[in-house]
């Protein structure tokens, strides 16, 4: 339990440097007024920086999954080409429902 506390505990502080450093960014002003006017030490305001950033990165990292139709295609002729993202994927006809939403959501997340 404390665990997560703990880990719930560092996704809010992180949530909320994130929006500190957005609001920093979008001010047109230098880092260092920004800080010096909102009361954060520049140092740690460089230290959150870089962890969202680090965070972010993980976020965008290729992750692959294998999806395993339910049916087998049978037709094997190709009814739409889906890109996203840079991500694409051939959807056959004849694909359910259920198979062609698993693709678009990991599409999506890429």
């Known amino acids: 339990m404390s665990k997560d506390l703990q880990t719930l505990n560092g996704q809010n502080k992180l949530a909320?440097?994130?929006?500190?450093?957005?609001?920093?960014?979008?001010?047109?002003?230098?880092?260092k007024v920004w800080c010096r006017e909102n009361g954060i030490c520049e140092q740690?305001?460089?230290?959150?920086?870089?962890?969202?950033?680090?965070?972010?990165?993980?976020?965008?990292?290729?992750?692959?999954?294998?999806?395993?139709?339910?049916?087998?295609?049978?037709?094997?002729?190709?009814a739409v080409t889906v890109r996203i993202s840079g991500a694409e994927a051939d959807i056959h006809s004849g694909a359910d429902a259920a198979t062609v939403e698993t693709v678009l959501r990991i599409l999506k997340s890429c």
């Open 44 to 78: 740690t305001y460089y230290k959150w920086q870089r962890r969202v950033f680090e965070m972010a990165q993980e976020q965008q990292e290729v992750s692959f999954a294998e999806v395993t139709p339910l049916q087998a295609v049978r037709s094997g002729k190709v």
């Open 16 to 31: 909320v440097w994130a929006g500190r450093i957005s609001e920093c960014r979008s001010s047109g002003q230098k880092v």
